[in-house]
């Protein structure tokens, strides 16, 4: 694999964990527990998909095949996508909706603030506007974990399925294949032992203030950074992509 | 029919780029909002360079349409707008001017980011639009558009919008 294939391919894992997510985040449109969070998951969602367009423009011109942040969203198959299967996970209720954006946060905070040093000119500027809306997303989802794990009985219950039930998806964050490695040595992606380190540490403060515990590692998910996702992911493609696949180069 | 030819500069176009809105706060020009970058006049063409705010804001879009009608309306046939993101945008660009209109548009001005890192901790204290009291809590990071947070004044009980600090 060429340098060139492997920054295509290294941009669309980020995009696509962003794009995802921030499909998943709007969903809760219209549906928010309270007014004000309805409003923040859906301000996350234009963040992340902000994120995601930058870096799916950046993708096409990487491939010089001419294909769009458009192309790259609507029109490639199931197979293509390799966000982590993290993000495609369903809602749930709202302990889940935020244990999930949490453990995400707490992976792209620290990832972004790397990226702004890449030797990648254009992934540090992408990155040097999404660290900023990193941090407050971080801030958000830590928050809320804390407010349900030290809450009522129920919230800590809640807040501690979704953990328990979402720990074996945090493994697939920092796989570090043949491909990231040679992106680690030409100094364009960071090491993922150190992000890592961060996340382990943002989680391990957070969980103890909201009196929740870390679940231990055990059986780790994979796959999706190689196109291999789960039930879920076809139904998401399935509404995100329907328009152009039945009106191909609908405008609005 | 009468036109006026007389040769464009750089300051006729920030003049004009005075009267382009924010389309989301359009108390404040998109100068006084510091998304403007650099302006770049060439014979009779124009690039205007622009950095979004937010990653995802929606509005960007709709500045760079309004910032081509501007100075087309004004006769300048040859524009072009860019977007760049590096460096960030950062709240600290908006104008001293920019922020006294937010506030007297009832939108609480951003911080100085050089205490960004107090965002992991404590919150800053914002003196309310309406009454100009400290005694005030934020009751949400998110508010009506993505620059914006949302909060609460315990003087006089008014909600506010807060520019937050980027
Ligand atoms: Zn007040």
């Known amino acids: 694999m060429s340098q060139q294939e492997a920054l295509f391919t290294y941009c669309l894992r980020q995009a696509d964990d962003l794009l995802i997510l921030s499909h998943r985040l709007s969903e809760w449109c219209g549906h928010g527990p309270v007014l004000e969070e309805d409003i923040a998951l859906t301000n996350r969602a234009l963040d992340h998909i902000g994120e995601a367009r930058n870096l799916l423009t950046y993708a096409g011109q990487v491939e010089g095949k001419g294909r769009t942040e458009d192309d790259l969203a609507f029109l490639r198959a199931e197979r293509q996508f390799v966000n982590t299967k993290l993000v495609e996970q369903p809602n749930g209720d709202y302990a889940f909706t935020i244990a999930r954006s949490f453990l995400f946060d707490a992976y792209h905070l620290p990832l972004a603030e790397a990226l702004t040093k890449s030797s990648d000119a254009q992934l540090a500027a992408i990155a040097g506007k999404a660290v900023k809306e990193a941090q407050y997303h971080l801030r958000h989802s830590s928050d809320w974990l804390k407010r349900f794990g030290d809450g009522t009985e129920e919230s800590h219950r809640r807040a501690q399925a979704a953990l328990d039930g979402l720990w074996t998806f945090?493994?697939?964050?920092?796989?570090?294949?043949?491909?990231?490695?040679?992106?680690?040595?030409?100094?364009?992606?960071?090491?993922?032992?150190?992000?890592k380190a961060s996340f382990d540490e943002t989680v391990d403060n957070v969980l103890a203030e909201a009196t929740l515990k870390?679940?231990?590692?055990?059986?780790?998910a994979s796959g999706g950074?190689?196109?291999?996702?789960?039930?879920?992911?076809?139904?998401?493609?399935?509404?995100?992509?329907?328009?152009?696949?039945?009106?191909?180069?609908?405008?609005? | 029919m009468v036109m006026v030819?007389?040769?464009i500069t750089e300051a006729r176009v920030r003049e004009l780029l005075q009267n382009v809105k924010d389309p989301e706060v359009p108390a404040i020009s998109v100068l006084e909002l510091g998304v403007v970058r650099a302006v770049e006049v060439k014979n009779d063409s124009v690039l205007v360079t622009?950095?979004?705010?937010?990653?995802g804001c929606?509005?960007?879009?709709?500045?760079?349409?309004?910032?081509?009608?501007?100075?087309?309306?004004?006769?300048?046939?040859?524009?072009?707008?860019?977007?760049?993101?590096?460096?960030?945008?950062?709240?600290?660009?908006?104008?001293?001017?920019?922020?006294?209109?937010?506030?007297?548009?009832?939108?609480?001005?951003?911080?100085?980011?050089?205490?960004i890192r107090a965002l992991k901790g404590e919150l800053p204290v914002v003196e309310c639009p309406?009454?100009?009291?400290?005694?005030?809590?934020?009751i949400s990071l998110f508010g009506s558009?993505?620059?914006?947070?949302?909060?609460?004044?315990?003087?006089?009980?008014?909600?506010?919008?807060?520019f937050k600090c980027l």
Not at chain 1, 173 to 187: M, P, S, T, W
Not at chain 2, 130 to 138: A, E, P, V
């Open chain 1, 170 to 195: 945090t493994g697939e964050l920092f796989v570090q294949d043949d491909l990231h490695q040679g992106l680690v040595k030409a100094g364009v992606a960071p090491d993922l032992i150190a992000i």
């Open chain 1, 225 to 252: 950074r190689q196109g291999k996702h789960g039930e879920n992911m076809g139904f998401i493609l399935a509404e995100i992509q329907y328009l152009q696949r039945a009106y191909p180069g609908a405008k609005w």
């Open chain 2, 145 to 162: 558009t993505a620059c914006k947070a949302l909060w609460k004044c315990n003087a006089c009980l008014e909600p506010f919008d807060q």
């Open chain 2, 130 to 138: 309406h009454c100009g009291s400290k005694n005030t809590g934020m």
């Open chain 2, 58 to 115: 929606p509005a960007m879009d709709v500045m760079k349409q309004d910032i081509e009608k501007e100075l087309h309306d004004a006769g300048i046939a040859d524009v072009r707008v860019q977007q760049v993101l590096s460096p960030a945008w950062t709240t600290d660009w908006i104008t001293t001017e920019g922020k006294a209109k937010l506030k007297a548009y009832g939108i609480a001005p951003p911080e100085h980011t050089a205490d």
């Open chain 2, 50 to 55: 622009i950095t979004p705010t937010y990653t």
């Open chain 1, 214 to 220: 870390r679940p231990v590692d055990g059986f780790m």
């Open chain 2, 5 to 7: 030819t007389s040769a």
